[in-house]
């Protein structure tokens, strides 16, 4: 038997104005697909070939422009027509690549791959948690996995769960029923932290659920900054048949739904100005500020100075202060053949201000690669990391690249919403800052008007599943 494993991942947030180009993703082909995802052993022990045709990841960013995502689809397709006898095809995608004129990426891709292979094979699906599944896709798919952490810390489980069911169906020659149920609601992302109830009781249930013929229970968030009819929460259920299938499905997404009124944050929240006092006035402990509306890892821009403008405006030099990961393509260009120490300008929306250049630096990409140059420009006595491209610094080794040691900060400004879960043992307090720009947490103001109605929260009505 012969299974081809192929990714395309990518999630699109609607609201930005950076579009990736091919350089924006961190690609492998043939056997280096396995640096990326560690399935083969699964396929291996089961005495079923593999066939690792083509990866691509990038850091989330805007709507995906066509000609881009089209280049990716054919390196798939063409590996998917050379084997087009192959038994299983895994699939590993983020769930919410919205693609300049089709749409969802996702549904695409699934649709053009059986229309070369046919019905015959059998398709594992890997999706992230923000998942803005179509429900055209789900009849495609014979299994669906999706991550069960946010903060993600179960990709390589996910993508394996995804792998070990398809070969047990392979090997044991039963094909398995998907069954999805899409939630009405559109929760925000970084009020869903699987570690805090109610989702940890949620998620543990979906494990405890997953014998006797069900196989895979999955509650998958969503991702707000899409403006598509598919963009809402939804549960999907991988059985052994439709009965047990739709059961669970509709059982879990009544439970989903019963618990939305207790997402909340769990960190505390301000304004720019009223987060960066509270940060100065903290003593002790390292203290990280999330500028959530400016949040690459979920696909803005990341070039905002808000926070850095108002720590100058508060004149915070006395604290040990790194602001990280500003994409300013201009400042590492400038700088280059610079000197530690040299002076340069420094370009903020209310004028220029004076900086000293400390380092230079390498950033780490979103699929760990190393993609590109930081410099670090000391402004009023802040270290503040530019990049060359839009980055993500979500754990200390990112800090490392860029010549930082992160243990020496009290203070820790990051594109984030959430604090990724890497950078926790780091963090005395965390301040969410509601901060303005394309990935802002405000359901009400993105202005969303494709999305199905009604939708909690921004309806109020009674719902109940059926499928
Ligand atoms: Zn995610």
Same mark, same amino acid.
């Given at each position: 038997?012969?299974v081809i494993?192929?990714?395309f991942? +990518?999630?699109a947030? !609607?609201m930005?104005?950076t579009?990736? !180009?091919t350089?924006?993703?961190?690609?492998?082909?043939?056997?280096?697909?396995?640096?990326?995802?560690?399935?083969?052993?699964?396929?291996?022990?089961?005495?079923?070939e593999?066939?690792?045709?083509? +990866?691509?990841?990038?850091?989330? !960013?805007?709507?995906c422009p066509l000609?881009i995502?089209?280049?990716?689809?054919?390196?798939?397709?063409?590996?998917?027509?050379?084997?087009?006898?192959? $038994? =299983? &095809?895994?699939?590993?995608c983020?769930?919410?690549s /919205?693609? /300049?004129?089709i749409?969802?990426?996702?549904?695409?891709?699934?649709?053009?791959i059986r229309?070369?292979?046919?019905?015959?094979?059998?398709?594992?699906?890997?999706?992230?948690l923000?998942?803005n599944?179509?429900?055209?896709?789900?009849p495609?798919?014979?299994?669906v996995c =999706?991550?069960?952490?946010?903060?993600?810390?179960?990709?390589?489980? #996910?993508?394996r769960a995804?792998?070990?069911?398809l070969?047990?169906?392979l090997?044991?020659?039963?094909?398995?029923?998907?069954r999805?149920?899409?939630?009405p609601?559109?929760?925000?992302?970084?009020t869903?932290? #699987?570690?805090?109830?109610?989702?940890?009781?949620?998620i543990?249930?979906?494990?405890a659920?997953?014998?006797?013929?069900?196989?895979?229970?999955?509650?998958?968030?969503?991702?707000m900054w899409v403006?598509a009819p598919n963009?809402?929460a939804?549960v999907?259920? #991988?059985?052994?048949?439709?009965? *047990?299938?739709?059961?669970?499905?509709t059982?879990?997404?009544?439970r989903?739904w019963?618990?939305?009124k207790?997402?909340?944050f769990?960190?505390?929240?301000?304004?720019?100005?009223?987060?960066?006092r509270?940060?100065?006035?903290?003593?002790g %402990?390292?203290?990280?500020?999330?500028?959530?509306?400016d949040?690459? #890892?979920?696909g803005?821009? =990341?070039?905002?100075t808000d926070?850095l403008?108002?720590?100058?405006?508060?004149?915070? %030099?006395?604290?040990?202060?790194?602001?990280?990961?500003?994409?300013?393509p201009? &400042?590492?260009e400038g700088?280059r053949?610079?000197?530690?120490?040299?002076?340069?300008e420094?370009?903020?929306?209310a004028?220029?201000?004076?900086g000293?250049?400390?380092?230079r630096?390498? &950033?780490?990409?979103?699929?760990? $690669?190393?993609i !590109?140059?930081?410099v670090?420009?000391?402004?009023?006595g802040?270290?503040?990391?530019?990049?060359?491209?839009?980055?993500?610094?979500?754990?200390k080794?990112?800090?490392?690249?860029?010549?930082e040691?992160?243990?020496t900060?009290?203070i820790?400004?990051v594109k984030?919403?959430y604090?990724?879960?890497? *950078?926790?043992p780091?963090?005395?307090?965390?301040?969410?800052?509601?901060?303005d720009g394309?990935?802002?947490?405000?359901?009400?103001r993105?202005?969303?008007?494709?999305?199905?109605?009604p939708?909690?929260?921004?309806?109020?009505?009674?719902?109940?599943a059926?499928?």
């Amino acid at each position: 038997m012969k299974v081809i494993v192929a990714s395309f991942q +990518y999630e699109a947030c !609607g609201m930005s104005s950076t579009f990736p !180009g091919t350089g924006d993703f961190e690609c492998a082909e043939g056997r280096d697909v396995y640096r990326k995802l560690d399935v083969e052993d699964v396929f291996r022990e089961n005495g079923i070939e593999t066939v690792p045709v083509f +990866y691509a990841n990038a850091l989330p !960013g805007g709507i995906c422009p066509l000609a881009i995502y089209e280049s990716f689809a054919e390196k798939i397709l063409s590996g998917v027509r050379e084997h087009a006898d192959a $038994d =299983g &095809i895994l699939l590993v995608c983020h769930g919410s690549s /919205e693609i /300049e004129k089709i749409g969802s990426g996702e549904l695409d891709l699934v649709s053009k791959i059986r229309s070369v292979v046919g019905d015959r094979p059998l398709i594992s699906v890997a999706f992230d948690l923000h998942a803005n599944i179509h429900p055209r896709l789900i009849p495609m798919v014979d299994i669906v996995c =999706g991550y069960k952490t946010a903060p993600h810390t179960d990709q390589r489980e #996910t993508h394996r769960a995804a792998a070990k069911i398809l070969a047990d169906a392979l090997c044991g020659g039963h094909r398995p029923v998907v069954r999805m149920v899409k939630v009405p609601m559109l929760p925000a992302g970084d009020t869903m932290l #699987t570690a805090e109830e109610p989702l940890r009781s949620l998620i543990a249930k979906t494990r405890a659920a997953e014998q006797n013929g069900i196989f895979r229970v999955n509650l998958f968030f969503s991702h707000m900054w899409v403006d598509a009819p598919n963009t809402c929460a939804s549960v999907t259920v #991988t059985a052994a048949d439709a009965r *047990l299938a739709d059961a669970a499905a509709t059982d879990f997404a009544n439970r989903f739904w019963q618990a939305r009124k207790q997402f909340r944050f769990r960190v505390e929240t301000g304004s720019v100005s009223e987060c960066v006092r509270a940060a100065l006035a903290r003593t002790g %402990g390292r203290v990280f500020l999330t500028d959530s509306g400016d949040n690459t #890892t979920a696909g803005a821009e =990341g070039d905002r100075t808000d926070i850095l403008q108002e720590l100058l405006r508060v004149g915070a %030099g006395r604290k040990k202060i790194c602001v990280s990961g500003i994409t300013s393509p201009e &400042i590492v260009e400038g700088t280059r053949g610079l000197r530690a120490g040299e002076e340069i300008e420094v370009p903020l929306p209310a004028g220029a201000v004076k900086g000293k250049i400390v380092r230079r630096g390498k &950033i780490l990409g979103w699929a760990k $690669d190393v993609i !590109g140059e930081s410099v670090t420009v000391d402004v009023g006595g802040i270290d503040v990391i530019f990049t060359e491209k839009r980055s993500a610094f979500i754990a200390k080794e990112n800090f490392e690249l860029a010549g930082e040691d992160l243990e020496t900060y009290e203070i820790v400004a990051v594109k984030q919403g959430y604090l990724f879960s890497e *950078l926790a043992p780091y963090c005395d307090k965390q301040y969410f800052v509601m901060s303005d720009g394309s990935s802002c947490v405000d359901i009400r103001r993105l202005g969303l008007k494709r999305i199905p109605r009604p939708l909690w929260p921004l309806d109020d009505f009674e719902w109940q599943a059926k499928i």
